[in-house]
C-alpha cells in the first residue's frame, strides 16, 4: 500500500489561519525599506497551502493569477470550494510537490510562497521545491518563505523527538492522533517533574511544554508530530536555495527590520563590524534567539538610488486597518515592550484616522507641519505596518474589480461562521488580503446583508443561531446561561462594533453590497 503521506500528519486537518506575507503586496514596503527594486506581481503560486485561507484570499482581493498545491484532499477540496464560490481564477491542486512541481501548463512566476512546510517535509521534496523555484520563478520574482531556525530551537529539539517517540512507541493507532499528543505532553511533564537533567539544564524547556499544552491540536499535530521536522540555520538554507539563483532579500516580517526594537547598541555595533551580510544573519539570529523565520529571496536583487527609493516610497498607498482608539503606542520586539513617541505616531495615526487610502507622500505634507522628517514617517510606517495596524492599499482601478469577487466569497464565509468559529478571517479589495473578523463580528455583517438595521436587531439574530445550537457567551470565565442575558451581552457587543468596527469594514470595502 502506497503512503501518499510521505511521513506528514494527514489524519488530522490543517488550522484554517491566514498568513498576511503570502500577499505580494506586502513586498512594496519591505523591499523599498531594504532599498531594493521590488516586481509587479501578476502571477503567484503558495506550495502547501493548507486549508487553502491564505491562496483564495489573495486570489479574490486582487487580480493576480494564483496556482497552488496543497497533497491533503480533504484540504486541497475545501479550498477548490473557496476558489469556486470567488470565481477568480484560482488553478489548486491536490497533488505532491512532485506531482505538481512538474505540470506542464504552469507559468512562470513572479511570486512563490511557503508558509511552515519547508520544516516538515524530507529533503527530498525540498530537492523538488528548489528545482521548481529554478525553472519557474522568473528573473527579477520573489521567493517567500518561512521555517523553524536555530538557534531559538535548540533546546528544545531533544524535547520534540521524545514527544513524536511517545506518540510512535506508546500511542496505539486507535486512539487518534489527538489523544497520542495529549499523552505524549503528559508524559514530557511528568519525566521533567523528576528534576531530570536535561530540565535543569534547559529550564525553558518546562514553561514551552507548558504553552504547548495550551495549544489547538491540530496545530500541533503539524507543527511537531510528523516524521520529518528540522529547524534550519540561515546558512543552511542559503545553501538550499543556491541553485536557485537566490539571493536574501529582507525579513518578510516589518519589525526585524526596525533595530532599535530587537537589538541592543552594542550588537548593532557589532553587526555592522560584520562585512559579509549573509553571515551577519547567522550572527543576528544568535543576538534574538531566532525561533522562526519569515524571508524575502529574490532572483537577481537590484539595489535602487537614493532618488528612487524615495520617489517609490512616496507614492506607497497606505491604509489604517485597525480602528484609531486600537491602536496602542507601544510595540513588542526581541527587546521587549517598546514606547512609541507619542509626538511622531500620533499625527500620522489622526491623520489616516479616517481609513481612507493615502500615499506616504500625502501623509508628509500633513506630518512635516508636526515637525515629522521623512526618515522618521518611513520609520513609523514600518513599525504601525509591522504591528499590524497600517497596510499596503492596491491602486485604485484594482478596488473595483476585486470587489465583485471578494463580495461573493465574504459571503460565503460570513455564513459558515453561523456554525462554526474556525474562519476568522475576511477578504478587503482595498488591501488585496485577509483582515482578522472574529465570529460575532462577521454574523453581525450577515445581520446587516439581510436588511437588520439597528445593533439590538443584529444581536437578535445573532443570539437566534446560537439558540439554536445551543450554544450561549461564556463572559469574564462563566457561561451565560438565562437568554436575556446572552441577549443583553450581544446588544452590547454589537453597539461597540457599531462604532468601532464597522465604519473600519465600510472603508476597507469588506462588509458584501447588498443589492
Not at 327 to 337: H, R
Request: glycine share 8%.
Amino acid at each position: 500500500m502506497t503512503d501518499w503521506t510521505a511521513g506528514y500528519v494527514a489524519d488530522i486537518g490543517y488550522t484554517y489561519g491566514y498568513y498576511t506575507e503570502l500577499n505580494p503586496l506586502r513586498l512594496k514596503l519591505a523591499f523599498l525599506n531594504a532599498g531594493l527594486i521590488f516586481p509587479g506581481v501578476g502571477t503567484a503560486c503558495e506550495l502547501g497551502f493548507g486549508q487553502g485561507m491564505s491562496v483564495n484570499l489573495h486570489a479574490a482581493g486582487s487580480a493576480v493569477s494564483w496556482y497552488g498545491t496543497d497533497f491533503n484532499p480533504a484540504q486541497a477540496g475545501f479550498a477548490q470550494e473557496l476558489a469556486r464560490v470567488t470565481n477568480a481564477g484560482a488553478q489548486l491542486f491536490d497533488q505532491s510537490f512532485a506531482e505538481f512541481c512538474v505540470r506542464e501548463e504552469l507559468p512562470e512566476f513572479d511570486f512563490i510562497g511557503l508558509h511552515g512546510i519547508w520544516s516538515w517535509i524530507s529533503d527530498e521534496n525540498r530537492a523538488v521545491i528548489v528545482d521548481f523555484v529554478r525553472r519557474k520563478l522568473k528573473v527579477g520574482g520573489v521567493f517567500y518563505i518561512s521555517y523553524n531556525t536555530q538557534p531559538g530551537w535548540a533546546a528544545m529539539v531533544p524535547m520534540r523527538d521524545l514527544l513524536t517517540e511517545h506518540a510512535r512507541v506508546l500511542g496505539a493507532e486507535g486512539q487518534g492522533i489527538v489523544s497520542r499528543i495529549d499523552a505524549a505532553i503528559d508524559f514530557a511533564e511528568r519525566l521533567l517533574a523528576t528534576n531530570a537533567g536535561y530540565g535543569r539544564a534547559n529550564p525553558q524547556v518546562a514553561e514551552r511544554i507548558k504553552k504547548i499544552k495550551e495549544q489547538n491540536r491540530n496545530y500541533l499535530a503539524h507543527e511537531y508530530f510528523n516524521r520529518d521536522w528540522e529547524p534550519m540555520a540561515f546558512a543552511r538554507m542559503a545553501d538550499w536555495l543556491a541553485p536557485a539563483k537566490l539571493g536574501f532579500a529582507c525579513s518578510a516580517h516589518y519589525l526585524d527590520q526596525i533595530d532599535a526594537v530587537n537589538l541592543t547598541a552594542e550588537q548593532q555595533a557589532l553587526l555592522k563590524d560584520i562585512p559579509d551580510a549573509m553571515f551577519r544573519q547567522t550572527a543576528r539570529d544568535f543576538m534574538v534567539n531566532q525561533q522562526f523565520r519569515r524571508d524575502y529571496w529574490v532572483k537577481g536583487a537590484r539595489q535602487m538610488n537614493p532618488l528612487e527609493q524615495a520617489e517609490a516610497l512616496r507614492a506607497l498607498r497606505l491604509v489604517l486597518v485597525q480602528p484609531r482608539a486600537d491602536v496602542a503606542l507601544k510595540v513588542t520586539g526581541s527587546l521587549g515592550e517598546a514606547n512609541l513617541q507619542e509626538a511622531v505616531y500620533k499625527p500620522i495615526l489622526d491623520t489616516l484616522s479616517d481609513h481612507k487610502v493615502r500615499t506616504l507622500g500625502q501623509i508628509e505634507q500633513v506630518v512635516r507641519e508636526q515637525g515629522i522628517n521623512f526618515v522618521q514617517l518611513v520609520q513609523a510606517v514600518v513599525v504601525l505596518a509591522g504591528a499590524g495596524a497600517l497596510s499596503g492599499a492596491q491602486d485604485e482601478h484594482l478596488i473595483g474589480p476585486a470587489r465583485k469577487q471578494t463580495d461573493r466569497l465574504n459571503q460565503h464565509l460570513m455564513n459558515k461562521s453561523r456554525g462554526s468559529n474556525e474562519l476568522s478571517y475576511l477578504v478587503s479589495p482595498v488591501t488585496g488580503g485577509g483582515i482578522a473578523v472574529p465570529r460575532f463580528q462577521q454574523l453581525y455583517l450577515l445581520a446587516r446583508t439581510q436588511g437588520h438595521k439597528q445593533p439590538a436587531d443584529w444581536a437578535q439574530f445573532v443570539w437566534q443561531i446560537l439558540a439554536t445550537q445551543g450554544q450561549r457567551i461564556i463572559k469574564d470565565g462563566s457561561t451565560l446561561e438565562r437568554p436575556e442575558d446572552n441577549l443583553a451581552e450581544l446588544t452590547a457587543q454589537a453597539s461597540d462594533f457599531a462604532e468601532k468596527q464597522l465604519p473600519l469594514f465600510r472603508a476597507l470595502q469588506i462588509e458584501p453590497q447588498t443589492r
